[in-house]
């Protein structure tokens, strides 16, 4: 399953299939993007980042692909599993200021 | 090695009393960082702070709220004169340098 964060911020995908969550960034000038998990009731969990040098970093199940021509971060999560339903954010940060700015969030919904 | 601990977890004011948020970074993270979530939407940020200053103050409200983060002791988000449209979610989040931020449970705000 695909979803586009802004457009559409609901997903749903069949338990085992490959999710792939998308985000459209704002800034050029922004260097260092990272990836939360956010699960009803909790604060957002750290998942996975990437700087602006690299185009693609791997995790356990999880990776993130950065296209900075056209400013798009995806996350890319395989096999995906019922524990995976949340909403996911993408945040971008620039080189002054130590500052996050977070996109809308996408809700992943897993059907077994 | 304990987390971002945010308390309460859960505040009823009624209209017109004040609040106060407290969070306590991560061991070591010198930079503190409120944002605020309404339900089903995305993380909006409120202010960043360093030990005894303000850094970007940019998402907090003119009026009724401030923040502190003194050189003892956590970080508080001092609310005065609370109304319904103040019930939310308050997430604290702490980092150091260029390093993704970890956040808190949050606290759930309810004004009557």
């Known amino acids: 399953g695909e979803s586009v964060g802004l457009h559409l911020p609901t997903l749903s995908v069949q338990e085992g299939d490959n999710s792939i969550i998308n985000c459209a960034y704002s800034n050029s000038a922004s260097d260092y993007f990272i990836w939360y998990k956010q699960e009803s009731g909790k604060g957002p969990q750290f998942i996975i980042d990437?700087?602006?040098?690299?185009d693609k970093r791997q995790g356990q199940r999880v990776t993130v692909l950065l296209n900075k021509t056209v400013k798009h971060l995806s996350l890319q999560i395989a096999a995906t599993q019922p524990g995976d339903s949340a909403v996911y954010f993408c945040a971008e940060s620039r080189p002054t200021g130590n500052q996050f700015y977070f996109g809308t969030g996408t809700s992943l919904t897993v059907i077994p | 090695n304990a987390g971002v601990m945010q308390n309460p977890r859960h505040l009823v004011r009624r209209r017109g009393q004040e609040a106060r948020l407290r969070c306590s970074p991560m061991k070591g993270h010198s930079h503190v960082y409120w944002y605020r979530q309404l339900p089903e939407e995305g993380l909006k940020f409120m202010v960043y702070l360093q030990k005894e200053n303000i850094i970007d103050e940019s998402g907090m409200p003119k009026e009724r709220f401030s923040a502190e983060f003194p050189k003892e002791g956590p970080s508080i988000l001092r609310i005065q004169q609370v109304v319904r449209g103040d019930s939310a979610a308050y997430f604290c989040?702490?980092?150091?340098?260029?390093?993704?931020?970890?956040f808190g449970n949050g606290t759930r705000l309810t004004v009557t």
């Open positions: 989040a702490s980092s150091v340098n260029n390093s993704p931020l970890h």
């Open positions: 990437i700087r602006s040098n690299m």
